[in-house]
């Protein structure tokens, strides 16, 4: 049964109200713009598919008879909303999906600006009142880039199939009903999704320690130091072994920390660019992260330049994915620019 209060704004905003229906809606938008982000894997495409799913709400209204609640019914309509467009596109990845890694001293390959790539997402956009006990997934979990990564290896209803139910924890039947099809064919389709993020994504729930953990908050602030002093050998000492890096737009990705060491080196960490960088802390899909700014000369704000998110392990920097993608920071709430005094801080 809706509570009074929603069964009269659904009366206004069928009446033609729309802040009636902008207020109905408001409880529900943090928790479907992740569901469009997790469906296509980027922060931008995101907002574009919620702006549709809106719009689609908005037009289909008329049509929502409570049966179901209020809630599940957006959720049909922003599914199948993402559908319609996933359908028409591959998945996205990371440049390590694209091939082996490449020797540092190889010359770096131009970037590949068509939207083909994984982007990051704000921890605080996530709304964990969207997870019920039915869930297989946590917060963090349902949106860590292994798990993303594995997910655009499905076709878009596999991976629907299985948000709605492992991550939102819907029941077989309802989640038939949302897409319009068998229980027996959600089965199906969950029991292939489960299997191939089996396969490709190894252990989803190897978390990375919370940065207010002691020794992953000494670390991360070395790793601030390392960048805005430009020493490239502290760099090198925090990272495993067999760390990764990678850069998109930028196709290839280097494994290897002296690989890693030698790559920065070359063309961001060079002699005399100490000071030039300046690292602001955030978080993006439940990692540390930072938004790294840089100047060209020091009398000069410093600009956005890349996001960095940073996995760990066993207290060593075990992969860092650096956007190149200033655009990124505004929905990170992050300025575009700092002023000269942030190096003073």
Same mark, same amino acid.
Do not use: I, N
């Given at each position: 049964m809706q509570p009074q209060d929603e069964k009269s704004r659904l009366e206004a905003a069928l009446a033609g109200d729309e802040q009636a229906f902008a207020s109905l809606l408001e409880p529900?938008?943090?928790? *479907?713009?992740?569901?469009?982000?997790?469906?296509?894997?980027?922060?931008?495409?995101? !907002?574009?598919?919620?702006? !549709?799913?809106?719009?689609?709400?908005?037009?289909?209204?008329?049509s929502f008879e409570g049966r179901s609640s209020l809630r599940t019914w957006l959720y049909r309509v922003t599914t199948n909303a993402c559908l319609d467009a996933l359908e028409k596109r591959p998945g996205r990845f990371l440049p390590m999906g694209l091939g082996p890694a490449t020797p540092a001293a190889e010359a770096v390959a131009p970037p590949r600006m068509e939207p083909i790539w994984i982007e990051p997402w704000p921890?605080?956009?996530?709304?964990?009142? /969207?997870?019920?006990? !039915?869930?297989?997934?946590?917060?963090? !979990?349902?949106? %860590? *880039?292994?798990?993303?990564?594995?997910?655009?290896?499905?076709?878009?209803?596999?991976? /629907?199939?299985? *948000?709605?139910?492992?991550?939102?924890?819907?029941? %077989?039947?309802?989640? %038939?009903?949302?897409l319009e099809t068998s229980v027996a064919a959600v089965n199906s389709a969950l029991q292939r999704a489960r299997e191939t993020l089996e396969l490709r994504a190894g252990s989803l729930r190897e978390a990375t320690p919370d940065a207010d953990d002691e020794k992953t908050a000494a670390l991360l602030a070395r790793y601030v130091a390392a960048w805005e002093t430009a020493d490239v050998e502290a760099l090198v000492s925090l990272l495993r072994d067999d760390a990764t890096l990678a850069m998109p737009p930028l196709p290839q990705w280097l494994q290897g920390h002296r690989q890693i060491g030698a790559a920065l080196e070359a063309m961001v960490l060079v002699p005399g660019a100490g000071g030039m960088f300046r690292l602001v802390p955030t978080r993006a899909n439940g990692l540390p992260a930072f938004a790294a700014y840089r100047r060209e000369e020091m009398s000069a704000p410093y600009q956005a330049l890349s996001l960095h998110v940073l996995e760990i392990l066993d207290g060593r920097i075990t992969s860092i994915v650096a956007f190149l993608d200033a655009s990124l920071f505004a929905p990170f709430g992050l300025p575009a620019s700092l002023g000269v005094g942030a190096a003073n801080r």
């Open positions: 529900y938008r943090r928790e *479907l713009r992740a569901h469009c982000y997790r469906l296509s894997g980027s922060l931008h495409e995101a !907002e574009d598919l919620m702006q !549709e799913s809106l719009l689609r709400a908005w037009r289909g209204l008329p921890d605080q956009s996530v709304d964990t009142s /969207a997870f019920t006990p !039915e869930a297989h997934y946590t917060q963090r !979990e349902s949106v %860590a *880039l292994a798990f993303l990564v594995a997910l655009q290896l499905l076709p878009p209803k596999q991976r /629907a199939v299985l *948000l709605l139910r492992d991550v939102l924890g819907l029941q %077989a039947s309802e989640c %038939a009903d949302l």
